[in-house]
């Protein structure tokens, strides 16, 4: 898997939107990025993953930048229940048994 | 979607005492299982792999002997905490890849562990 590199912590405003990058200069040209967070206490969930377009689902979007260099995950309206931690991760898109290496992701607080 | 029923959630074991978490995968099959362990401000850091029928892969510097990793079934994975020792304590987690037809990694919610 890629390295990648994220802000250690991010701070947002209830009902704002948050742009949280990541970095993947090293990403290879089959490397999924795929977005995780995790809850306090709990275990990670899957946030939204893309490969070179950009993505949308209920949860989140992504944005990949054209040469798939870096990308930033979206969340449209920052939810007290969105403070997590979230990990930006690099690598195949593969049910067949490889696992997910996770860096340090970025710590979301949300402002009342 | 896909989950992971990972039990217990919490243990407070004495020095010296084998600690069983167990991984069930509820609603598919998961050949293959991964054991996570994170430490307080850490990031999550992979222990081991188990796959159903053969031996599980360590990853470098954990001790297969403390470490015990069982994939007993398409369903089931258990890691054994043996002679659980203060420093074992920790956030363990598992995770199975939901299978051919679906993208994704299900997590379980995770064992806090305490060794006293």
């Known amino acids: 898997d890629a390295k990648t590199t994220q802000p250690n912590s991010m701070e947002s405003n209830e009902e704002e939107p948050v742009h949280l990058p990541c970095n993947h200069s090293?990403?290879?040209?089959?490397?999924?990025i795929h977005w995780y967070r995790q809850l306090p206490s709990q275990g990670p969930e899957y946030v939204i993953h893309?490969?070179?377009s950009n993505v949308n689902n209920r949860m989140a979007s992504l944005a990949i930048a054209e040469d798939r260099k870096s990308s930033t995950l979206i969340l449209h309206r920052a939810t007290l229940r969105d403070a997590a931690v979230y990990y930006c991760?690099?690598?195949?898109?593969?049910?067949?048994?490889?696992?997910?290496?996770f860096g340090g992701g970025t710590r979301l607080m949300v402002k009342p | 979607g896909a989950v992971v029923s990972q039990h217990p959630s919490r243990v407070i074991c004495k020095s010296g005492t084998s600690v069983k978490i167990e991984c069930r995968s509820l609603?598919?099959?998961?050949?293959?299982m991964f054991w996570y362990r994170q430490f307080p401000k850490q990031s999550l850091m992979l222990m081991a792999t188990?796959?159903?029928?053969?031996?599980?892969?360590?990853e470098q510097g954990v001790e297969k002997d403390k470490f015990l990793i069982n994939h007993a079934s398409l369903t089931l994975s258990t890691l054994t905490v043996t002679s659980a020792h203060p420093e074992d304590s920790s956030f363990y987690i598992c995770?199975?890849?939901?299978?051919?037809?679906?993208?994704?990694?299900?997590f379980g919610s995770g064992t806090r562990l305490t060794v006293v």
């Open positions: 609603d598919f099959q998961a050949t293959t």
């Open positions: 188990s796959n159903e029928g053969s031996k599980a892969t360590y």
């Open positions: 991760i690099s690598g195949g898109v593969d049910n067949a048994g490889n696992m997910l290496t």
């Open positions: 995770s199975a890849p939901q299978g051919t037809y679906h993208y994704g990694y299900t």
């Open positions: 893309g490969l070179t």
């Open positions: 090293t990403i290879s040209g089959t490397d999924y």
